[in-house]
Structures are given as structure tokens and as C-alpha cells.
């Protein structure tokens, strides 16, 4: 008898190792057996500090260098798989480019109101599109600058003194002037109707940090403005609904001249600072004027009263339907200060968590400079070691596209035009390791091109993607031998 069981053990054994040996390791896909795993869509960049000249431009009056030099950093970050940049084009009330409504940057020239020679946003916005990146223009609302800081003789703040408070050595327009929030309103609809931008970003300065104060609160010395349209209203209760109210108008400006662009806003990782600036996310995310939230959690995980994964949940419990997109602090990356930050493995942890929570849409990088660093770079090239769609962030502006249908010609592979569609991803499978019916799709190429090179021995699909990041369904898998 127990010949018996043992004869049969030894036959299951080969029938198993039979059945293996049927579906070895390099068998092609099967549409009938295989299941397609979809990578992630998410959001990647770094935010590109002009002020101060922290990021760029490094010289001043030189055009080609100052180009030379975005040049480099928007091929940095296409280098790590990133497709968006966020550049500032208004850090103090003034711009990257020509306008009748703000005088030329400081940070171009040395001297606010001298013309660069050329249109920094022009060639930023198209040399972002060629490297396949969105390109959000950056902005703050109300910050005029350090009163050291020498105005153009056109500046609006000389023009409308009224308009400013000083608060702590610097000028800020104030919020409760209705007339302010019409020419930031201008400034917003005159860059929407010359430039191709994909986003507005606003940053996290809106009130001043500290003018919020039970004991002095008109240390910011907006008295005036208040007693005559606070409409009865507390001096705090009426700073924040100057604060919302912007942010309404400015959502509908630019939904109504420009549908598709993007509005974001990028807050303080934790809502009590936030609030301590009156601006409040959640009246944003309720009232759904974001296109996108990016609060900048800028701690590490175990921090006391800031702890990077407590913050990550709540605002992934608190989306309310609005993408979130997380802030990193690259910044503090192998500085003394931060003893948290001296590995790569807090940022690994960082961006683990942002993967795995539904509702939490890709990662914001403080700052690019810092994203140089050799160490970090290796290990963001390991981390993004794929292209990624952009998630759908917004309303939708038209229907998502048909799947396309793929040749391959040797080792081309060539589709037609699909309608709705304004670039097409390219895919290759990779088996898993563990359970060989499964392959998931690494994302190889995002391409308004209609042709791609194969590897031989790889298996690939095309997704047609519109204007909205919109994914059609996965074309037919085709094999390169």
C-alpha cells in the first residue's frame, strides 16, 4: 500500500512539472489567458523657484546662457521621467515675459522693468512640450517683494499705493481691495489668451505668515480696507473670505476663457498652517475650484507633530474628488539640519505611500536645484525608471479616444490617427515573477508620434490619450521578434 501512495505522489510530481514545462517563462502573451496590469497614472515634477534666482536663471542679461540653462534643467527632468514642470513666472508681482500689466522680472536683468532680449515663458512652454512635459506657470497672488526691492516706475503697486500693506520689511497687495483681485484676475486671463500654458499654480503665500494675531490684528494694516467692505463681518472671518472669494473667481476665470486648463494650488502640508495664512483647502475642495491640490508635506515620517505618513492619509481621506498631488522636500535631502533626510530611503518611504493611496495622484519635488544632487538623482532614475500618462485631472473637455490599431513591420511599430487623441503611450509587458498569466505594462514612450522602434522578444500595445490625459483601452498586443 504504501508503494502504492508513493507511486502516485511521484506521478502528480511529473504531472506538475509537465504542466510547467508547458508554460515556460518566455511563452508569448495570451489574450485569452493573460491578464494586462496597468501601471499607476501619475503626476511628476519639480518646481522651478525663480525667485531670488534659486533655480534659474544663474546669470542675468544673457539670453542665450539664461536659455542654456533651462535647457538643462527641463532635460534634468525629463531625464527622470517627469511630465510636468513648474516654473515661476510671477514671484513678486512682476514677469517672465512681455506684459502691459506687470513690469519685466528683477531676476532676468538685475533691474525690474529691463527687457530681457526675449520671451523666457514663450520658450519655456515650447521647449517643456517638445520633452513631452505640461508646463504650469507659477504664480503668487499677492506678494510684491522685500521693500529694499527698487519698483519699476510702472509697477501697480507705485501706480495704486492704497492697494499696499507693509508687513514685516515687505509689501503685499491686500486681498480685501476688490480692485486687487481684479488685476490679478487680468494678469491670469492675459497669460491663458497669449500662451499655451496646461496649469495655473498658485504656491502656499497668501496673507503674510503672522498677520494672523489675536493681540495685534492689524499689525498687517488692512483697517481701512476692512471698515469699509467687511460688510460687518470680524476682521479673521472677512480675511479668509477675501481669500476664498479670489479663489472662486479666479477658478471661473479661467474655466470660462480657457476650458482644459488646469487650476492648482499648493498649501501648507498641514490645514492649521494653511489657516494661519486664512486660506482654508478644504472651501477650495468642497466648492471644487482646484483642478488639483498639492499640500507640501515637507517632514519625514516619525516627525512629532508632522509626521510625513499621518499627513499623506489625511489628505488622501480628504480629497473630496479633487486629485492630490503630494510636495516632497528634495531640498533637505544630506542637509545637517535634517538628520531624517541623510538617506534616499525617507524619500523611497515617501513616495512608497503616495503609490499605494488611491486618492493621492503623483509627487511634487522642492526644488529642482536639489534634484541635482548625484546621489538623488541616481536613485529618483531607479525610482521613475518609466514613462507615466498624466493622471485626469479637471472636467473633461471631450470623449476619450478609441483604441488604435497597431502594425508591426520588422521592428516598427506604426499606428493610425486616432480621433480625439493628441499623443499615444506605448507599452511593453513584463511577466511577473511570481504568477506568469500576469504581465504588467511598463510604459516605454508618451508620443504625438505614429511610429515607435520594438525590441525583439518584447510584446507591446499602444493607448491613444486626448487633451484631458483621458486613456483609451489597450490596442492589440503585438509581438517583435
Excluded at 496673507?207 to 467692505?229: C, I, L, M, R, V
Excluded at 486660506?279 to 508635506?297: G, M, R, S
Aim: glycine share 4%; net charge neutral; with cysteine.
Amino acid at each position: 500500500m504504501k508503494n502504492y501512495k508513493l507511486i502516485i505522489l511521484l506521478l502528480l510530481v511529473i504531472a506538475v512539472a509537465c504542466q510547467k514545462e508547458e508554460e515556460p517563462n518566455d511563452m508569448p502573451y495570451d489574450p485569452a489567458k493573460d491578464k494586462i496590469i496597468m501601471p499607476k497614472k501619475e503626476i511628476r515634477a519639480a518646481w522651478v523657484s525663480t525667485v531670488y534666482n534659486l533655480d534659474w536663471p544663474a546669470t542675468k542679461n544673457n539670453p542665450d546662457a539664461q536659455k542654456s540653462e533651462l535647457l538643462h534643467i527641463l532635460d534634468h527632468c525629463r531625464n527622470l521621467n517627469f511630465n510636468a514642470v513648474i516654473l515661476q513666472i510671477r514671484p513678486m508681482a512682476d514677469a517672465f515675459y512681455p506684459s502691459a500689466l506687470e513690469p519685466w522680472s528683477q531676476y532676468l536683468t538685475g533691474a525690474q522693468g529691463n527687457d530681457p532680449g526675449y520671451d523666457p515663458l514663450q520658450f519655456a512652454i515650447e521647449e517643456a512640450h517638445k520633452r513631452g512635459m505640461e508646463f504650469h506657470a507659477w504664480l503668487n497672488p499677492y506678494r510684491i517683494g522685500p521693500t529694499s526691492v527698487t519698483l519699476a516706475p510702472t509697477h501697480v503697486a507705485l501706480l495704486n499705493p492704497s492697494w499696499v500693506v507693509t508687513f514685516n520689511d515687505a509689501r503685499y497687495f491686500n486681498p480685501g481691495i476688490p480692485e486687487v483681485v481684479e488685476h490679478l484676475k487680468k494678469v491670469v486671463k492675459d497669460i491663458l489668451t497669449r500662451y499655451e500654458v496646461d496649469a495655473i499654480h498658485f504656491d502656499d503665500y497668501f496673507y503674510p505668515s503672522g498677520a494672523k494675531s489675536t493681540s495685534n490684528p492689524f499689525g498687517f494694516n488692512d483697517k481701512s480696507a476692512w471698515e469699509s467692505n467687511g460688510g460687518g463681518k470680524d476682521i479673521h472671518t472677512w480675511r479668509a473670505d477675501n481669500v476664498s472669494k479670489m479663489v472662486g473667481e479666479v477658478s471661473q476665470l479661467i474655466r470660462s476663457t480657457k476650458p482644459g486648463v488646469l487650476f492648482g494650488i499648493s498649501p501648507s502640508g498641514r490645514r492649521e498652517n494653511s489657516l494661519d495664512l486664512y486660506a482654508d483647502p478644504f472651501i477650495w475642495l468642497d466648492n471644487k475650484w482646484v483642478d488639483y491640490l498639492a499640500p507640501q508635506i515637507y517632514w519625514e515620517f516619525g516627525h512629532a507633530t508632522a509626521d510625513f505618513g499621518t499627513l499623506a492619509n489625511f489628505w488622501n481621506n480628504n480629497a473630496r474628488g479633487v486629485p492630490m498631488v503630494i510636495g516632497i522636500a528634495s531640498y533637505k535631502f544630506k542637509d545637517p539640519t535634517y538628520p531624517a533626510f541623510g538617506a534616499t530611503s525617507q524619500f523611497d518611504r515617501q513616495i512608497n505611500l503616495v503609490r499605494e493611496s488611491p486618492n493621492l495622484s503623483g509627487c511634487f519635488f522642492f526644488r529642482e536645484k536639489f534634484l541635482e544632487n548625484t546621489e538623488l538623482y541616481t536613485f529618483m532614475k531607479n525610482k521613475y525608471p518609466d514613462k507615466s500618462v498624466l493622471p485626469v485631472m479637471g472636467a473633461a473637455t471631450q470623449s476619450t479616444p478609441a483604441k488604435p490599431v497597431v502594425t508591426l513591420n520588422g521592428t516598427t511599430l506604426s499606428w493610425a490617427t486616432v480621433t480625439n487623441a493628441s499623443k499615444y503611450a506605448l507599452y511593453w509587458l513584463e511577466r511577473d515573477p511570481v504568477n506568469n498569466r500576469e504581465y504588467h505594462a511598463r510604459c516605454q514612450l508618451v508620443t504625438t508620434d505614429l511610429k515607435a522602434t520594438a525590441v525583439a522578444g518584447k510584446s507591446y500595445f499602444v493607448t491613444a490619450v486626448n487633451a484631458d490625459n483621458a486613456e483609451s483601452l489597450p490596442s492589440e498586443v503585438v509581438a517583435a521578434k
